[in-house]
């Protein structure tokens, strides 16, 4: 069993920064990615930014160049730095872990980017 717990998510005006911070904790033992998802009204769900156990990263085309996924193996926790904010990227972000055939997710938390 993998419990995720989120924190960092806020209100913020547009142009500003945010981290959210993604903790990993139970039965980690072989890892194959993580990454950041997010869900806005009338949109659909889709990957943020994603990480794999080697390092590489991709990016939704959308956050590129202002967003950036990086994790501390140590701490099974990942993070995704957040600049340039605009009030498009308001939504919840949900983090997610991949392990061996396994997918967990945390609960959520939400950013509201205002203009």
């Known amino acids: 069993q993998v419990q995720l717990v989120e924190s960092g998510g806020g209100l913020v005006q547009a142009g500003g920064s945010l981290r959210l911070s993604c903790a990993a904790s139970?039965?980690?033992?072989?890892?194959?990615?993580m990454g950041w998802y997010r869900q806005a009204p009338g949109k659909q769900r889709e990957l943020v930014a994603g990480?794999?156990?080697?390092?590489?990263?991709n990016y939704a085309d959308s956050v590129k160049g202002r967003f950036t996924i990086f994790r501390d193996n140590a701490k099974n926790t990942v993070y995704l730095q957040m600049n340039s904010l605009k009030p498009e990227d308001t939504a919840v972000y949900y983090c997610?872990?991949?392990?061996?055939?396994?997918?967990?997710w945390g609960q959520g938390t939400q950013v509201t980017v205002s203009s």
């Open positions: 990480i794999t156990s080697s390092g590489s990263r």
């Open positions: 997610n872990l991949d392990q061996r055939r396994s997918s967990y």
């Open positions: 139970g039965s980690i033992f072989s890892i194959n990615g």
